[in-house]
T-cell receptor, first 117, second 111 residues
Framework: GAVVSQHPSRVICKSGTSVKIECRSL??????MFWYRQFPKQSLMLMAT?????????EQGVEKDKFLINHASLTLSTLTVTSAHPEDSSFYIC?????????????FGPGTRLTVT | SQKIEQNSEALNIQEGKTATLTCNYT??????LQWYRQDPGRGPVFLLL?????KEKRKERLKVTFDTTLKQSLFHITASQPADSATYLC??????????FGGGTRLMVKP
């Protein structure tokens, strides 16, 4: 149980275009999902917290107009990188919070490798 | 300031030995702590969660300890195998269901 999928796994886009990444919790409902970014050989950097039915909460330094997050249902959150630039190339990972025994475990998707040319 | 520290240097051990990874934190009072495994190019995989009132938790060859006085968690893999080679991340719940991650420690198990 507690499986999270992410799509696409890899995407290459041209500078100036927008890219949408989907994150789905397959076998549980997640009122909260998280979006992370990871650079090579570095740890996860939280970008934003996505709450179902409300606006996402962005971490300091993350542009909300550039990284649009929509959490339209209890099993789906999307991250849209708008007007992508080469510096947006990174590994994007989502996670979904799963309540178990009074504590929240986070289950991660497999990640999306974005390359902006 | 708040910090979560894991040894950034890779840990190299021989197959069959016990691997011990350390996670130290400052200026946090987490209700629970989690350990994850991450392979290159993949998302982290949840391994274990330990609560502040638990001293130790085990799962198969894995053991985690949590000392809230020392502000430290130790993660042990017994009878290590080359397939255990990966980066291991500790994470603390900061507020509610949010987690803050340490930098991770890369484990290399040599046959």
């Amino acid at each position: 149980g507690a499986v999270v999928s992410q799509h696409p796994s890899r995407v290459i886009c041209k500078s100036g275009t927008s890219v949408k990444i989907e994150c789905r919790s397959l076998d549980f409902q997640a009122t909260t999902m998280f979006w992370y970014r990871q650079f090579p050989k570095q740890s996860l950097m939280l970008m934003a917290t996505s709450n179902e039915g409300s606006k996402a909460t962005y971490e300091q330094g993350v542009e909300k107009d550039k990284f649009l997050i929509n959490h339209a249902s209890l099993t789906l959150s999307t991250l849209t990188v708008t007007s992508a630039h080469p510096e947006d190339s990174s590994f994007y990972i989502c996670s979904a919070a799963h309540l178990s025994g009074g504590a929240y475990e986070q289950y991660f998707g497999p990640g999306t490798r974005l390359t902006v040319t | 300031s708040q910090k979560i520290e894991q040894n950034s240097e890779a840990l190299n051990i021989q197959e069959g030995k016990t691997a011990t990874l350390t996670c130290n934190y400052t200026n946090y009072s987490p209700a629970y702590l989690q350990w994850y495994r991450q392979d290159p190019g993949r998302g982290p995989v949840f391994l274990l969660l330990i609560r502040e009132n638990e001293k130790e938790k085990r799962k198969e060859r894995l053991k985690v300890t949590f000392d809230t006085t020392l502000k430290q968690s130790l993660f042990h893999i017994t009878a290590s195998q080359p397939a255990d080679s990966a980066t291991y991340l500790c994470a603390l719940n900061n507020a509610g269901n949010m987690l803050t991650f340490g930098g991770g420690t890369r484990l290399m198990v040599k046959p």
